[in-house]
């Protein structure tokens, strides 16, 4: 039972464009959410993140969505770079503190490839 | 210098050996997690400890076994090996006061049982 799905394996985005990374979740005890990028022969690393109490964080080119009647959550790239060719993993904790504080339920991730 | 760093990356081994892989944070944080990428890509976690004592433990075998001789280090220990062990288990890290989820991941280590 995959309480977070990344439904698209793969994306692929021409340098300049806006690249699109969807999630959905079903537990909607979920109440952080949390985009982590991924290179090759490295761990993930935290990228952007959000409260269910939003529906918008931006930094810098990365912005994500959320849109909690939907269950459903989108990291926006924009413009994109070669460099963020990566796996892209979408992650959802609940009970922000507490003993559950890094309890992450990952989706299976989606390869970004940016092309120059 | 690395701030999550996990001994072996790469570890071989036949089926019902022992094995460790070891982990090692130089930020200072309290609390310290494993988490294990199936062959499903699925990243989940397994143990947490903070400050060298288990919080989280989730529906893992008892083969295997966590170990934090202090709040910068995080062993895992496996027992009896079985194909099914064969994995990528990621190391983390986070801070007190840090945003929740909010992890700092080592590189990896490859488990293939044979």
């Known amino acids: 039972d995959q309480q977070v799905k990344q439904n698209s394996p793969s994306l692929s985005v021409q340098e300049g464009r806006i690249s699109i990374l969807n999630c959905d979740y079903t537990?909607?005890?979920?109440?952080?959410f949390l985009w982590y990028k991924k290179y090759p022969a490295e761990g993930p690393t935290f990228l952007i993140s959000?409260?269910?109490?939003?529906d918008k964080n931006e930094d810098g080119r990365f912005t994500v969505f959320l849109n909690k009647s939907a269950k459903h959550l989108s990291l926006h790239i924009v413009p994109s770079q070669p460099g963020d060719s990566a796996v892209y993993f979408c992650?959802?904790?609940?009970?922000?503190?507490?003993?559950?504080?890094?309890?992450?339920?990952f989706g299976q991730g989606t390869i970004l490839t940016v092309h120059p | 210098d690395t701030a999550v760093s996990q001994t072996p990356k790469y570890l071989v081994t036949q089926m019902g050996n022992d094995k460790s892989i070891k982990c090692e944070q130089n930020?200072?944080?309290?609390?310290m997690y494993w988490y294990k990428q199936d062959s499903k890509k699925f990243l989940k976690i397994m143990f947490s400890?903070?400050?060298?004592?288990?919080?989280i433990n989730e529906t893992v075998p008892n083969r295997f076994s966590p170990k934090s001789p202090d709040k910068a280090h995080l062993n895992l220990h496996i027992n009896s090996l079985e194909l099914g062990d064969s994995a990528v288990y990621f190391c983390?890290?986070?801070?007190?006061?840090?945003?929740?989820?909010?992890?700092?991941f080592g590189e990896g280590s490859r488990l293939t049982v044979l």
């Open positions: 983390a890290s986070s801070r007190h006061g840090g945003g929740p989820g909010e992890l700092f």
């Open positions: 537990n909607s005890m979920f109440d952080y």
């Open positions: 959000i409260s269910s109490i939003k």
């Open positions: 992650a959802a904790n609940s009970g922000a503190g507490g003993t559950s504080y890094g309890k992450l339920t």
């Open positions: 930020l200072g944080h309290d609390t």
């Open positions: 400890y903070n400050n060298k004592e288990l919080i």
